[in-house]
């Protein structure tokens, strides 16, 4: 299975984008998922999760109330919609999937830059 995601670019900030990550390759299992972002010179770090099914969401309080992630396992794909988007925000964005217990499956980043 591989993992790709996209739709990064340059945005304005209280502007908004929607970060596409989808699955090929053998999807027969259904992951958790979950997006991750590492800003220049910062440590990788935990943004939102999602369960299977997709009922269960986590986010990280820096992000809770402008960003949703979602799902649709029919196209093998989860999404995160970023609103009200801060320079802060600036980073390359991943996304991962939780097979045994731990995200060890990553995709290649989409760079998110928010200007002020």
């Known amino acids: 299975v591989q993992l790709q995601a996209f739709g990064g670019g340059l945005v304005q900030a209280g502007g908004s984008l929607r970060l596409s990550c989808t699955a090929s390759?053998?999807?027969?299992?259904?992951?958790?998922l979950a997006w991750f972002r590492q800003a220049p010179g910062k440590e990788r770090e935990f943004v939102a999760s999602?369960?299977?099914?997709?009922?269960?969401?986590n986010y990280a309080d820096s992000v809770k109330g402008r960003f949703t992630i979602s799902r649709d396992n029919a196209k093998n794909a989860v999404y995160l919609q970023m609103n009200s988007l801060k320079p802060e925000d600036t980073a390359v964005y991943y996304c991962a999937a939780n097979r045994f217990g731990s995200y060890n499956l990553w995709g290649q980043g989409t760079k998110v830059t928010v200007s002020s």
């Open positions: 999602i369960s299977r099914s997709g009922s269960i969401t």
């Open positions: 390759g053998r999807t027969d299992s259904t992951y958790p």
